[in-house]
Nanobody, 119 residues
Framework: QVQLVESGGGLVQPGGSLRLSCAAS????????MGWYRQAPGKQRELVAT???????NYADSVKGRFTITRANARNTVTLQMLSLKPEDTAVYYC?????????????WGQGTQVTVSS
């Protein structure tokens, strides 16, 4: 199966930057897509950004122009560069390998990493 480990969360001021990373490990033949989701208290988990092995990317409207998702050439690591952070970006951020992205027939989630944007 796939194990996902996230890192890079922390406390930053509004307008600041953070880079999150997610490393995938396990018995993996290939991972065709990876993504980031986030969840704030009392809210539904929402998609932040996704990327595929073909190089396509998708971003939530709320982060377009500020966040960048990047896939490493080895395809076992994905990063989320977050610029111009706003207080509303505060959430737990989760790495995701979606259903259909591997041969395992299920999706995978990381443990989450806290991002707090506050003065």
């Amino acid at each position: 199966q796939v194990q996902l480990v996230e890192s890079g969360g922390g406390l930053v001021q509004p307008g600041g930057s953070l880079r999150l990373s997610c490393a995938a490990s396990g018995s993996i033949f290939s991972i065709n897509a990876m993504g980031w989701y986030r969840q704030a208290p009392g809210k539904q988990r929402e998609l932040v950004a996704t990327t595929t092995s073909g190089g396509s990317t998708n971003y939530a409207d709320s982060v377009k122009g500020r966040f960048t998702i990047t896939r490493a050439n080895a395809r076992n690591t994905v990063t989320l560069q977050m610029l111009s952070l706003k207080p509303e970006d505060t959430a737990v951020y989760y790495c995701n390998v979606p259903l259909g992205a591997t041969h395992w027939g299920r999706e995978f989630w990381g443990q989450g990493t806290q991002v707090t944007v506050s003065s």
